[in-house]
């Protein structure tokens, strides 16, 4: 019994919350979530990158291949989305089935502490 209230706690209100979804709303919400983010940091790196070498970046700015630099990091942004999208699903996929797991062994030992105190009165 004790237990039970342990993982009311603690772990449940995790898995709670994670039941609440269906998988693929939930492992595409924190895909969408991983997009944003990375969508963010990629800009962050890329302004970065200009603003620590800005003198040459200006210095080239019109010798350089704007299609070309932009198809690189293009490619740069594909890759780092895909890496972290292919991350994010496969973390959040062991999360969730953990999480439902987790709750099926919750409720069965309530339907054992239900039948345990059905059988006393």
Same mark, same amino acid.
């Given at each position: 019994?004790?237990?039970?209230?342990? *993982? !009311?706690?603690? !772990?449940? $209100?995790?898995? /709670?919350?994670?039941?609440?979804?269906?998988? /693929?709303?939930?492992? /595409? $919400?924190?895909?969408?979530? +991983?997009?944003?983010? +990375?969508?963010?940091?990629?800009?962050?790196?890329?302004?970065?990158?200009?603003?620590?070498?800005?003198?040459?970046?200006?210095?080239?700015?019109?010798?350089?291949?704007? @299609?070309?630099?932009?198809?690189?990091?293009?490619?740069?942004?594909?890759?780092? @989305?895909?890496?972290?999208?292919?991350? +994010?699903?496969?973390?959040?996929?062991?999360? *969730?089935?953990?999480?439902?797991?987790?709750? $099926? $062994?919750? *409720?069965? +030992?309530?339907?054992?502490?239900?039948?345990?105190? /059905? !059988? !006393?009165?």
């Amino acid at each position: 019994m004790t237990h039970l209230q342990c *993982y !009311e706690n603690k !772990e449940g $209100r995790d898995s /709670g919350k994670i039941a609440d979804y269906f998988r /693929g709303d939930y492992i /595409g $919400r924190q895909m969408l979530l +991983t997009l944003i983010t +990375t969508t963010i940091a990629v800009v962050m790196i890329a302004v970065a990158y200009i603003l620590y070498d800005f003198e040459n970046f200006m210095k080239t700015i019109y010798q350089v291949d704007l @299609v070309s630099f932009a198809k690189h990091w293009a490619v740069v942004y594909l890759i780092f @989305v895909s890496i972290a999208c292919i991350i +994010t699903y496969i973390i959040y996929a062991i999360r *969730y089935s953990k999480a439902k797991k987790s709750l $099926r $062994r919750y *409720y069965n +030992t309530l339907r054992k502490l239900t039948k345990m105190y /059905g !059988e !006393e009165s």
